[in-house]
Nanobody, 123 residues
Framework: QGQLVESGGGLAHFGDSLRLSCKAS????????MAWFRQVPGKEREFVAT????????YYLNSVKGRFTISRDNTKNTLYLQMNSLLPDDTAVYYC????????????????WGQGTQVTVSS
């Protein structure tokens, strides 16, 4: 089973931008649908965005639509999440995840997870 390693989190201010990266350890990356989830203490993991294997189609949580962009570079085995106009409510640990075949919004359907990267947005 492959590994996923996130990076790019940190402290941001209201309205700032951050870009998260998720590097996959194996060359089967292009065969997986990928997603970003986020989690705050005491709450369930929340879907943020997902993207098809080709990178052509993406879906978003309504509250991040227009602010966040998910993308992937299959030549680099890397998934990205460009986050613009950050809000304090975006504060969470962000995880990338992979699943076979189809995109989806349900965390339990994803079999491979990264360790997470903290994003903190101050007002």
């Amino acid at each position: 089973q492959g590994q996923l390693v996130e990076s790019g989190g940190g402290l941001a201010h209201f309205g700032d931008s951050l870009r998260l990266s998720c590097k996959a350890s194996e060359n089967t990356f292009s065969t997986y649908a990928m997603a970003w989830f986020r989690q705050v203490p005491g709450k369930e993991r929340e879907f943020v965005a997902t993207i098809t294997q080709s990178g052509i189609t993406a879906y978003y949580l309504n509250s991040v639509k227009g602010r966040f962009t998910i993308s992937r570079d299959n030549t680099k085995n890397t998934l990205y999440l460009q986050m613009n106009s950050l809000l304090p409510d975006d504060t969470a640990v962000y995880y990338c995840a992979a699943r076979a075949y189809y995109t989806g919004r349900i965390a339990d359907d994803y079999r491979i997870w990264g360790q997470g990267t903290q994003v903190t947005v101050s007002s």
